[in-house]
Structure formats: structure tokens, C-alpha cells
């Protein structure tokens, strides 16, 4: 866990209690090692123009360092201005099944929810 001076608070997004609940089971299924944190960010692409990113990775320096339910979050500074007041959720159900992105900046989003347009 990092040491809660260099971690910033104030972040621009959320992690619902079922996508918190299975990040930390991926973590333990994958024994993802210390100093790794969940990734979240936008790339270009996508039927929408953008696409979200969610995977473990290393903290890199243009990156902003979050923890949310307990989760070391890292987000490249850049896309803080796409992912503000952005959740991610996880549905474990018969019709949607997955990490989703609930983002109010997104003005479209494909039919999948993998990309949008802000």
C-alpha cells in the first residue's frame, strides 16, 4: 500500500463497491506484485473516438497516484479531463457481464460502451 502522503486524494473518478470487490479478486487470482496499480486512462480510437483503458501497470511519471476502497489508482494527468466524475462499475449478470465506464463527459458512446466521444 502506498504511503498515503504521495497519494492524492481528490480524485477525479470512482470505483463502485462491485468493481472495487472484483479488482482486489483479480489482484489476488493474478497475484499482480507489489508496486503495481490498476490503470485507468483514454486512448485514441474506438468506433466513438476514444477508448477507456483498465489493466495493472507501473506508476510512470506523468501519472497522478489515487487510492479509492483501498485501491492504488494510477491516471496519466492528461485524462483527468475525460474521466472527471467518471464510475467504474462491474456488472457479474446473465445480460451484461464486465467493467463498464459510467462517464457524463461522454456526449456519445458506442453500442458496446468500450469507447465514446466527449
Not at 485514441?44 to 497522478?64: A, I, P
Not at 465506464?101 to 453500442?111: K, S, W
Request: glycine share 12%; aromatic share 8%; charged share 25%.
Amino acid at each position: 500500500m502506498p504511503d498515503t502522503a504521495t497519494v492524492d486524494t481528490d480524485a477525479p473518478l470512482q470505483i463502485s463497491p462491485n468493481a472495487a470487490k472484483e479488482i482486489r479478486k483479480i489482484i489476488r487470482k493474478k497475484s499482480i506484485p507489489d508496486g503495481y496499480g490498476l490503470r485507468v486512462g483514454v486512448q485514441g480510437g474506438g468506433c466513438s473516438g476514444m477508448s477507456y483503458v483498465l489493466g495493472f501497470d507501473k506508476k510512470r511519471d506523468k501519472d497522478r497516484e489515487f487510492e479509492i476502497q483501498g485501491i492504488t489508482v494510477y491516471m496519466d494527468k492528461r485524462h483527468g479531463l475525460y474521466l472527471m466524475g467518471t464510475t467504474v462499475n462491474y456488472h457479474d449478470g446473465l445480460n451484461a457481464r464486465g467493467f463498464t465506464f459510467d462517464n457524463p463527459n461522454a456526449t456519445e458512446t458506442c453500442g458496446c460502451g468500450s469507447s465514446f466521444a466527449a
